[in-house]
T-cell receptor, first 117, second 113 residues
Framework: EAGVAQSPRYKIIEKRQSVAFWCNPISGHATLYWYQQILGQGPKLLIQFQNNGVVDDSQLPKDRFSAERLKGVDSTLKIQPAKLEDSAVYLC???????????????FGPGTRLLVL | AQSVAQPEDQVNVAEGNPLTVKCTYSVSGNPYLFWYVQYPNRGLQFLLKYITGDNLVKGSYGFEAEFNKSQTSFHLKKPSALVSDSALYFCAVRDESWGKLQFGAGTQVVVTP
């Protein structure tokens, strides 16, 4: 079974530029998550989708970050404009999204490492 | 709000010796507890989870964890460490009042030959 796919793996941009990350979850997984992992810290949830609807985006900096999952499968996370403090690894995860709810295991992709100069 | 503490930034152990990585948590409701491992330049890999039932949970690669409700702990253990177990380990907790999966800061495990 294929895992969670993410691209690109690495990205270097100048501050105030824009950047986009792509994620394709495990086939059949209805729930998709985007996390930000700053060096030396654990991942922090940015946004959670159930199919193509947003479940939780309370920790997403909405003035500069946006995400969509239009067809309920793959997803894109965008930063515009980027700041120095956005340098981090952006992880995508997915889970079945069934009746398991909060008990469900989240499966993570390899991440996109972003460096903002 | 919920929280997770991993009190050790790094754990050093000789190959063949027992490995323990500590985790304590704070939640409002019943906790769902997870352990993940992260190798360099890779995503998080699921090891095991506690939902309910038996306090001793067995997971991948010979790892196990013990849930202790009175001490609000969920320590990860392996009876005999391998050099290949050297990685960054994350404990995480989720409950129905907060909803989000909350991660600890991680513990770097170094296993020497």
């Amino acid at each position: 079974e294929a895992g969670v796919a993410q691209s690109p793996r690495y990205k270097i941009i100048e501050k105030r530029q824009s950047v986009a990350f792509w994620c394709n979850p495990i086939s059949g997984h209805a729930t998709l998550y985007w996390y930000q992992q700053i060096l030396g810290q654990g991942p922090k949830l940015l946004i959670q989708f159930q199919n193509n609807g947003v479940v939780d985006d309370s920790q997403l900096p909405k003035d500069r970050f946006s995400a969509e999952r239009l067809k309920g499968v793959d997803s894109t996370l965008k930063i515009q404009p980027a700041k120095l403090e956005d340098s981090a690894v952006y992880l995508c995860a997915s889970s079945l999204g069934g009746t398991g709810g909060f008990q469900e295991t989240q499966y993570f992709g390899p991440g996109t490492r972003l460096l903002v100069l | 709000a919920q929280s997770v503490a991993q009190p050790e930034d790094q754990v050093n152990v000789a190959e063949g010796n027992p490995l323990t990585v500590k985790c304590t948590y704070s939640v409002s409701g019943n906790p769902y507890l997870f352990w993940y491992v992260q190798y360099p330049n890779r995503g998080l890999q699921f090891l095991l989870k506690y939902i309910t039932g038996d306090n001793l949970v067995k997971g991948s690669y010979g790892f196990e964890a013990e849930f202790n409700k009175s001490q609000t702990s969920f320590h990860l253990k392996k009876p005999s460490a391998l050099v290949s177990d050297s990685a960054l380990y994350f404990c995480a907790v989720r409950d129905e009042s907060w909803g989000k999966l909350q991660f600890g800061a991680g513990t770097q495990v170094v296993v020497t030959p």
